[in-house]
């Protein structure tokens, strides 16, 4: 089957985050206390070409347009721990952003994970599949210091009733054995967007890992009537990361300024041929 | 033949210029302007939905004797998660604070719930139940070199900046409270200063000594001032960068006006 003329825009941002208590069991859509989004010190995520899509304001690592129905598009993430001291867990969850357009690609694309090749999620880009991301968080894990894995995301297209509804003059026809989408003059157009965040963030291993979110949240330190200078940290819980450092990209300014120069002094030495040659 | 090979390292230095060029764009310029874009169109989304003060005041009086009015009805016409407006005079502070089922939400979603490059919008911890309890903490993003959110808040490292401007207003369901800061802490994230849910009389105090002894410096209350009645202390918190993990926090005290 074949498709002409549709554009649809696909988009999945990519962010991970770290924690420094171990938790499991989660039941929330929030992240844990003190999961903040933000990579530690030498643990990697790296796409395909090798770029790290581990910022703590994400990335766009999932970028489709035009996506024809029927194709697989698919992408590979490795997460690496690099470090030596601590061994993580990685989780994973996604939060729908939105969806427009005629086309509902939420319902009409699949998605699915594997993990080290070994499936692990089939449903939609939005988390509802054998089990829900939007309200689960997935354990990736566990990732000793030096250890990697690789996680594949495969979306395809592959429920052409998501158009059976589009109102703007378009139908499906049979033309030469094929079924195709045309518009009032063979010129069919529609649009469907989604975009949705993959969110994956790491927790250093820790024996009480089975502690529940629940159990920490509100615990005080018993301190009963001493009025002692608590000294305690807060009970596990880290504020969320609200910094950021933007790149101020000296070095690329300073590289555009030498090839500046060298550029000029290569004319000027082209000139000086040229006035050489001429006398 | 010199000279063609002259004008052939002009031309691959001119490809190497274009390539730091696009570089420098999509590294540097780029995040920079986009982040500039979001505050613009943040900022006049908050000109829009900022509550007017005063017609908030003198509804209120006009209301007391009906409990159910909300100050920050229209606000929450936009967001529904909104629980407060923050102003402090003089610095670039002038936010509405909102409160999601987590602290992660509007770390990089603003005020309309819509992704904004990271920019995000002040937030109450998800922990605390509204302002009402001894201890309310909100947050919001400190971007190195940008002057937005709470950027003005690492500011008040400085003693002078506080006597400068030592008080802020907060607009909350209850109506509207004055804001008397007198600490600023420096602190490592995991600090106990980020505890809430302090019920036992003990703690609050155990609480109000740890904020006076890890405080950068403080002014106009001691520690015992506090420690009488229900004090509620306000903290905005954001990040600095002075060691790995290091956050700004203002403490002050919250006085229904």
């Known amino acids: 089957m074949k498709i002409k003329q549709l554009f649809t825009s696909i988009m999945g941002s990519l962010l991970i985050g770290i924690n420094a208590m171990g938790i499991t069991a989660l039941a929330e859509t929030s992240l844990p206390d003190g999961a903040v989004k933000g990579l530690p010190e030498r643990l990697a995520a790296l796409d395909d070409e090798g770029n790290a899509v581990n910022s703590a304001t994400g990335e766009y690592f999932f970028h489709v347009e035009d996506m ?33 357009g005629e086309i509902d690609l939420e319902k009409g ?135 950021a450092v933007l790149k101020n990209g000296t070095v690329w300014l300073a590289a555009m300024g030498v090839i500046t120069v060298m550029i000029a002094v290569l004319l000027v030495l082209i000139k000086k041929q040229k006035k050489d040659k001429d006398k | 033949m010199k000279k063609l090979v002259l ?26 302007k986009q982040l500039k874009d979001a505050d613009k169109e943040q900022r006049e989304l908050f000109d829009r939905v900022r509550p007017d003060v005063s017609v908030t005041e003198a509804v209120s009086e006009e209301n007391e004797s009906q409990p159910e009015y ?24 002038d936010y509405p604070i909102v409160q999601a089922s987590d602290n992660s939400f509007y770390l990089q979603n603003g005020f309309d719930k819509q992704y904004n490059c990271g920019l995000g919008c002040p937030f109450l911890d998800y922990r ?7 201890v309310s903490i909100v947050y919001a993003h400190h971007i190195q070199g940008e002057q937005a959110m709470f950027a003005d808040i690492a500011k008040y490292k400085e003693s002078s900046y506080m006597a400068a401007h030592p008080r802020g207003e907060l607009l909350t369901a209850d109506g509207m409270c004055e804001v008397d800061f007198f600490a600023y802490l420096n602190i490592p994230s995991d600090d106990y200063a980020y505890q809430v849910g302090l019920t036992k009389k003990s703690d609050r105090d155990g609480y109000i ?42 403490v002050g005290v919250i006085k229904q006006k």
């Open chain 1, 68 to 100: 024809q129905f029927g194709e697989v598009y698919s992408k590979n993430i490795q997460l690496m721990n690099l470090r030596e001291d601590h061994s993580y867990h990685i989780y994973f969850y996604v939060e729908p952003l939105f969806k427009a």
């Open chain 2, 128 to 134: 605390c139940e509204g302002f009402g309890e001894s």
């Open chain 2, 7 to 32: 004008w052939a390292m002009v031309v691959i230095l001119a490809c190497a210029g274009i390539y730091c060029a696009k570089r420098y764009y999509d590294e540097a310029y780029l995040p920079r």
């Open chain 1, 109 to 243: 694309c699949e998605c699915s994970f594997f993990l080290d090749g070994e499936e692990i999620y089939r449903g939609d880009v939005n988390g509802k599949g054998n089990f829900d991301l939007s309200e689960q968080h997935f354990d990736c894990g566990n990732y000793e210091p030096g250890e990697s894995h690789v996680l594949r995301c495969e979306i395809v297209w592959n429920d052409i009733d998501v158009i059976q509804n589009v109102d703007n003059g378009h139908r499906l026809v049979d033309k030469d054995g094929e079924h195709v989408l045309v518009g009032p003059d063979d010129s069919g157009y529609a649009e469907g967007e989604i975009e949705f965040k993959w969110i994956f963030y790491a927790m250093v291993d820790v024996p009480d890992s089975q502690t529940d979110i629940d159990d920490r949240r509100n615990s005080v330190p018993d301190k009963q009537d001493s009025a002692a200078i608590p000294t305690s940290k807060a009970d596990g819980f880290f504020p969320p990361y609200t910094g």
């Open chain 2, 70 to 93: 909300d100050p920050l009805a229209d606000l929450k016409a936009e967001n529904d998660e909104s629980v407060g407006w923050l102003t402090i005079d003089g610095t670039g502070i």
């Open chain 2, 209 to 250: 000594d740890h904020i006076f002894s890890s405080a950068s410096y403080t002014s106009g209350f001691t520690a015992d001032e506090l420690k009488r009645g229900d004090t509620r202390l306000l903290l905005l918190s954001t990040c600095t960068y002075e060691f790995w993990e290091a956050r700004g926090v203002l």
